[in-house]
């Protein structure tokens, strides 16, 4: 059992950068893989990046490649979302999850056992 609470959300220009953060509760957050994901108004919740429990894996959706980085610091049960070069595009409300098992990344949202409520990322034009 985990929980997890997004902090980090706001308002950015075009080409600005915002941190996200998902705060975790719990027992034995260090064992569980983590993602983001995010859904735009219209849209299926869209993967954006995991990491592995031990951190030594990370994966990321191609919009977000080369712009957005995963990290995590098991010590402060927390796991990050540099997003830099933000884009209208990436305006939606961006969610972070918790999946036990093999330590891996996960890209499909089915397979995590935890999620947050949320934080919203607006960026202007």
């Known amino acids: 059992q985990v929980q997890l609470v997004e902090s980090g959300g706001g308002l950015v220009q075009a080409g600005g950068s915002l941190r996200l953060s998902c705060a975790a509760s719990?027992?034995?957050?260090?064992?569980?893989?983590m993602g983001w994901f995010r859904q735009a108004p219209g849209k299926e919740r869209e993967f954006v990046a995991a990491i592995s429990w031990s951190g030594g894996r990370t994966y990321y959706a191609d919009p977000v490649k080369g712009r957005f980085t995963i990290s995590r610091d098991n010590a402060k049960n927390t796991v990050y979302l540099q997003m830099n070069s933000l884009k209208p595009e990436d305006t939606t409300v961006y969610s972070c999850?918790?999946?036990?098992?093999?330590?891996?990344?996960?890209?499909?949202?089915?397979?995590?056992?935890?999620w947050g409520q949320g934080t919203q990322v607006t960026v202007s034009s």
């Open positions: 719990g027992r034995t957050f260090s064992s569980y893989n």
């Open positions: 999850a918790a999946q036990q098992g093999p330590d891996r990344v996960n890209a499909a949202y089915s397979i995590y056992d935890y």
